[in-house]
C-alpha cells in the first residue's frame, strides 16, 4: 500500500496485520460460529432416525437420478473418487427428450466455461475450501460479533444423519423448518400457473419461517 498521508510504502505483512487488529476477528470465531458435527453430536439419537435406504431410492428416482447416475457418479463421489466419464454428451436435448429430466439438464455450458483442470478442495486445500456458512447473513459494509453466528457446514452436501439432525432438533438456540416444494398434480391440470404459484407460495413459507426465527 502506498500511504500518501504517511509517505511511505506500507508492506504486505504489516497492513494485514493492523486490519486484522481491528477487531476481535479470533475471538468471534472461537465462541460465535455453529459447527455441524456438534450440532449432530448434540441430536444424538434424533440424527439416527433418517430415513429408510427404500425411501431413500425412492426419493433419487423421484428427483431424476437414473441407476446409471448413482452407480457411475454418485457411487465414486461417496468413495472419494472422481467419476471420470466423455465430456461429450449424446442424449436428446432435455427440452426435446420424451423422458422426464432432472432441471440441471436444461441448463447447458459453453466448452470453455469449465476449469482445467476442476478446482479441486483435496488438492488444492491450501487456496480453497468446500466449507460453506449458511444462515442469517448481517450488513455486508459492516463488521461485528453478529456476523460471525452461523452455522459452518464443512461441505455442501449433507449426509442423512447430518439432514436428520437439523430436522429434528434445536441446538444453542437454532432450529430448522422443513418445507414441502411439492404441488398436486391435479392442479398442474387446472391451471398452467400452478408451478409458478406454487413456487411463489414457497417462497412465501420461506420468508414467514425466517421472520419467525
Given at each position: 500500500?502506498i500511504?500518501?498521508?504517511?509517505?511511505?510504502?506500507?508492506?504486505d505483512?504489516?497492513?494485514?496485520?493492523?486490519?486484522?487488529?481491528?477487531?476481535?476477528?479470533?475471538?468471534?470465531?472461537?465462541?460465535?460460529?455453529?459447527?455441524?458435527?456438534?450440532?449432530?453430536?448434540?441430536?444424538?439419537?434424533?440424527?439416527?432416525?433418517h430415513?429408510?435406504?427404500?425411501?431413500?431410492?425412492?426419493?433419487?428416482?423421484?428427483?431424476?437420478?437414473?441407476?446409471?447416475?448413482?452407480?457411475?457418479?454418485v457411487?465414486?463421489?461417496?468413495?472419494g473418487?472422481?467419476?471420470?466419464?466423455?465430456?461429450?454428451?449424446?442424449?436428446?436435448?432435455?427440452?426435446?427428450?420424451?423422458q422426464?429430466?432432472?432441471?440441471?439438464?436444461?441448463?447447458?455450458?459453453?466448452?470453455?466455461?469449465?476449469?482445467?483442470?476442476?478446482?479441486?478442495?483435496?488438492?488444492?486445500?491450501?487456496?480453497?475450501?468446500?466449507?460453506?456458512?449458511?444462515?442469517?447473513?448481517?450488513?455486508?459494509?459492516?463488521?461485528?460479533?453478529?456476523?460471525?453466528?452461523?452455522?459452518?457446514?464443512?461441505?455442501?452436501?449433507?449426509?442423512?444423519?447430518?439432514?436428520?439432525?437439523?430436522?429434528?432438533?434445536?441446538?444453542?438456540?437454532?432450529?430448522?423448518?422443513?418445507?414441502?416444494?411439492?404441488?398436486?398434480?391435479?392442479?398442474?391440470?387446472?391451471?398452467?400457473?400452478?408451478?409458478?404459484?406454487?413456487i411463489?407460495?414457497?417462497?412465501?413459507?420461506?420468508?414467514?419461517?425466517?421472520?419467525?426465527?
Amino acid at each position: 500500500l502506498i500511504d500518501f498521508q504517511e509517505q511511505r510504502i506500507v508492506p504486505d505483512g504489516e497492513l494485514k496485520e493492523r486490519m486484522a487488529a481491528e477487531r476481535p476477528y479470533e475471538k468471534w470465531m472461537a465462541e460465535q460460529p455453529l459447527l455441524l458435527d456438534e450440532w449432530v453430536a448434540d441430536a444424538g439419537a434424533a440424527a439416527a432416525a433418517h430415513p429408510a435406504r427404500e425411501t431413500l431410492n425412492s426419493t433419487l428416482s423421484m428427483h431424476g437420478f437414473t441407476k446409471e447416475s448413482s452407480d457411475i457418479l454418485v457411487a465414486a463421489m461417496a468413495k472419494g473418487k472422481e467419476a471420470l466419464g466423455s465430456m461429450g454428451v449424446d442424449t436428446p436435448l432435455a427440452a426435446l427428450s420424451l423422458q422426464p429430466r432432472m432441471p440441471s439438464h436444461y441448463f447447458k455450458q459453453l466448452f470453455a466455461q469449465v476449469t482445467n483442470p476442476p478446482i479441486d478442495p483435496i488438492r488444492e486445500e491450501v487456496v480453497m475450501s468446500l466449507q460453506c456458512p449458511v444462515g442469517p447473513e448481517q450488513n455486508l459494509l459492516a463488521a461485528t460479533e453478529a456476523h460471525a453466528r452461523r452455522l459452518i457446514l464443512p461441505h455442501p452436501v449433507l449426509s442423512l444423519t447430518e439432514m436428520a439432525a437439523l430436522q429434528t432438533s434445536t441446538h444453542k438456540g437454532w432450529t430448522a423448518t422443513t418445507l414441502d416444494a411439492t404441488f398436486p398434480l391435479a392442479a398442474a391440470k387446472e391451471s398452467p400457473n400452478a408451478m409458478r404459484d406454487a413456487i411463489f407460495d414457497l417462497s412465501a413459507k420461506a420468508e414467514a419461517a425466517v421472520l419467525q426465527g
